[in-house]
């Protein structure tokens, strides 16, 4: 990607700036730049289907042996208080930080992620430049929903490598969860200026472009990514996602099997091509998928309030109750969601209300 280039002057020193995006030493300096420039933004967004971040969107998004030194920490975490604080608790003299740091994968690859983090966070205090350890604490931070706290390490990380590409890439990540797009915007960019091979940072744009609506751009990133990193069926996905949103309805399922074929049980996609076929007006296919990716009471509901978006509130009732019908325990989303078709319906006068019937006789 080509950038238009200049000179910014700062404190006695040139600083580069790449279309925007500044190479030099001083993240104080960077720091300020961004500030001056791009304040902070929040945007909304709203849609049915399903972006992948790449670990995908809620499971209903459209409807539906511990070491006894780190039991207080384990204590701290069901509190919810930060990882790192019980750190001063424990000898961290006791082994070298290249040793912490090594205890720290060990338990990431257990998948006991608190005690990954206080290794990491030991080995910190022994040696506060020791980027890769700083990296890792960080990406436990993001995994574990303490965001301000994953930024936090991540940007600490330019004191000692200020090009450290994916420091750039993880700041934008934690901004993204703190609704903050247009700051991870500029960090993603930033990244990709030291690493224009991080097909995730192209992937992050494309759902920011989608989230304010610049489908065009979004397809051009997730394209960018694709190339980087060939049938990755998250980027399909998205990629998919922004030919929905853009209302090129069969381009997206055409993505969206795509991403199918190569992970046949990924519901979120089944999900999503589900919805696009419910837009062509193909309700036999869009329940075909709903089922794939989910199971048959459920693939109902999703019609269901589909017709319910659609105003043909008689349609959607047979499918709720197909739904409630359908599922051997209590579906209490689907109850809910046929009280509200019934109470749609009762809006309308009687012989409205007959014609209505009869014109949207069955679910299916």
Known sequence: MKHALSLTYYRHRYVRKVGGIMKGRNRKQLDHHRRQNF??????????????????CASDSLFEMQDEHYQPVLERQKAGLPFDESVS?????????????????????????????????ASLKLEPSRVSARYKAAQVYLQHGKAEKAYERYHEILDYDFNHALAYEGMGQALLRMDKDAEAELEFQQ????????????????IIADRQSRHSTAMDHYQHALLIKPNEPHVLNNLGM?????????????????????????????????????KIGQY????????????????????????????????????????????????????????????????LSPFKRRAVKLQQGSCL
């Not at 304040?39 to 972006?51: E, K, N």
């Not at 949103?245 to 199918?260: M, R």
């Open 242 to 278: 922004a030919h929905f949103l853009n209302k090129e309805y069969g381009k997206a399922i055409d993505i969206f099997q795509q991403a199918i074929h190569i992970n046949p049980n990924n519901s979120k996609v089944w999900n999503n091509i589900g919805m696009t076929y419910a």
């Open 89 to 121: 608790k424990v000898d961290i003299n006791e082994y070298t930080p290249e040793e912490y740091e090594q205890f720290g994968d060990s338990h990431m690859k257990q998948g006991k992620f608190v005690l990954a983090a206080v290794q990491y966070e």
């Open 284 to 347: 036999s296919s869009s329940y075909d998928a709903f089922q794939r990716g989910l199971d048959a009471p459920k693939a109902y509901n999703n019609l269901g309030l589909l017709f319910l978006e659609e105003k043909q509130t008689a349609r959607a009732l047979k499918c709720f109750e197909n739904a409630v019908s359908a599922q051997t325990t209590f579906y209490e989303k689907a109850q809910k969601n046929l009280t509200l078709a019934k109470k749609e319906l009762s809006k």
């Open 191 to 206: 990244a990709l200026v030291f690493d224009s091979q991080l097909w995730r940072a192209h992937n992050f744009l494309g």
């Open 39 to 56: 304040p902070s933004i929040r945007t909304a967004f709203v849609s049915l289907g399903c972006l992948l971040f790449l670990s995908g």
